[in-house]
Every structure is written in structure tokens, then in C-alpha cells.
């Protein structure tokens, strides 16, 4: 309920249904009243709470790259938030509180192109290899497709990208590694793109899924 102290012509003081008069250095003003918030600690929320802290922190680590992969479907949302939604289902393993990444499921990449099965990678001095046997029955392959590697170090957290490391029909691509790099392992990741999308021309069927390749060390 509001008051009004001096009269008809006297400023409201008090509360109106969602508003809220207040008087600020003897100007009277009205603003909403806060909303209720209510933060039950379940289990369920509370496990909630952490597997999207947990992601989002990761993920943040991608964020550069992400806003690349996901560039397709960053319509009315940005990149970052796609790939938060897609790896919430797919990125994080274990039961709360025991909640972690999951390497295999990240989803570096969306998308419709094809990607090749049975992509191996391996160490070759001081270079990661990724190798793989094209399909030409998939539906959409082209033997011009690009490829697209990451490599992280969970370690340091340092992460190598590269966009164009060769095209399909190579059936490899060759990644170099830092000097000082020897005594790491890396989870590798591989996808592929068209000349279309690494020339801006981005759509669903210009990227493929990304394919988890394994663990290098």
C-alpha cells in the first residue's frame, strides 16, 4: 500500500501493485519491485548448476574456435551458446558430484558434411599424424574437401587449430608440435569443411561433425 503524506498532491510513498515509490535527494520516483528469486539447493539443481559451470569454463577455453565451428547456426544466438547446448548433452560424464569432461563426446564442430570413419592418429616425431581411408560412397563427399585438426593439451591447456591442413583425398594431415612438446599427450580432433565455408560461404552443409581421433602422447 501506498501513502500519501501531505495530501492528494503529495507524492505516493510506498508500494502500488509490482511497483515501488522511492525518493531519491527529495525526487520522488517509481520503480518495479524485485523479483522473488527462489534457489532450492536439490541435488538435481544443484547438479545442474555444476555440469553448466563445468562446461562453460571448458568451453571458454574454445571459445575463438568455436565461434568458427558453430558459425552456421549462430542465428538469433551467438556460437558459443549452440556449442554450450550441444555439449551439455554430449561433453560431460560421471554422476554429481563426480562430474567431468568427457574428451570423446566434445563436440569441437555441427554440421552435415561427412566425416570419414576410422581416423587414426598417431605420433611421427615431432609431428601428430592423422590418417584416414576416403569413403567416395558417402553422399556430399568431395575429394576437395578441407581439413581441420585441433589439438589440445589437457596439461597446460594449450591448444593447437589449424583450418587448412590438406583435402580429403590426401588421406592424411600432417601436424607439427612445438620442440618442448615431447613429454605431453593431446586429444586429438579432426573435421572437415568446403572451400565454400573457409570462404565465408558458411552453412550446415558446408562443415561436418567433428570425430574425437584418440589420445597422442
Known sequence: MARMR???TSALSGKVGGLVTCNWKGIPYVRSRPAKVNHPNTEKQLAHRM???LI????????EYLAYTYAPYAIEKTAFN???SENMKSALGGEYPDIHIDYNGFKLSKGDLPIEENVVVSRDGDNIKFSWEMCEDLLGVNKYDRVVT??????????RF????????DCEAIVPLPDN????KFHCYMLFVTQEFIL???SAKSISDSIYCGIVE
Open 6 to 8: 501531505n495530501g492528494i
Open 51 to 53: 555440469r553448466f559451470s
Open 56 to 63: 562453460t569454463k571448458f568451453l571458454s577455453l574454445f571459445r
Open 82 to 84: 549452440v556449442a554450450v
Open 150 to 159: 585441433l589439438i589440445y593439451n589437457a596439461d597446460n591447456a594449450d591448444i
Open 162 to 169: 589449424d583450418t587448412d591442413m590438406g583435402r580429403r583425398k
Open 181 to 184: 612438446y615431447s613429454n605431453y
Open 200 to 202: 565465408g560461404k558458411v
